[in-house]
Nanobody, 124 residues
C-alpha cells in the first residue's frame, strides 16, 4: 500500500523557518515522476505550493517563490519543503502528494497519492 507521511509542522513566529518532510513507502519511489506540496487553510481553497519532477526541475506558486525551496532525495524516498521568512498567511495544513506522470505540474487533480497533512501555524 502506497503511503505518504508528512512531518515537521509546528507553530512559529513571523519570519522564522520550518522544514517539512514527506516520506513515501510501499512503492518504488523512483517511479514518482513528480512530487508536490499543497496547503489548505480554513475558509480558503486548497492552494498549490511547490512541485519537483524526477530531474529536479521545480515550480512554485507566486506567494511562496523566493521563500520556499522544494527538494527530493530519492535514496531516502523523501521530499522536503524548506520554508523561510514565514508569514501568518502561510498558516495552513500542508500536504505532500505524488503523481506517477513525469510532467511537472501544480494541478492537484493530476496527483495520484496524498498524505494526511502536517499543520503549520505562523503567528505575528
Amino acid at each position: 500500500q502506497i503511503r505518504l507521511v508528512e512531518s515537521g509542522g509546528g507553530s512559529v513566529q513571523t519570519g522564522e523557518s520550518l522544514t517539512l518532510s514527506c516520506v513515501a513507502s510501499g512503492w518504488d519511489y523512483s517511479n514518482a515522476g513528480c512530487m508536490g506540496w499543497f496547503r489548505h487553510a480554513p475558509g480558503k481553497e486548497r492552494e498549490q505550493v511547490a512541485a519537483i519532477d524526477a530531474d529536479g526541475n521545480t515550480s512554485y506558486e507566486d506567494p511562496v517563490g523566493g521563500r520556499f525551496t522544494i527538494s527530493r532525495d530519492d535514496a531516502k524516498n523523501t521530499v522536503s519543503l524548506q520554508m523561510n521568512s514565514l508569514k501568518p498567511d502561510d498558516t495552513a495544513m500542508y500536504y505532500c502528494a505524488a503523481r506517477l506522470g513525469t510532467s511537472l505540474t501544480l494541478e492537484a487533480g493530476r496527483y495520484n497519492y496524498w498524505g494526511q497533512g502536517t499543520q503549520v501555524t505562523v503567528s505575528s
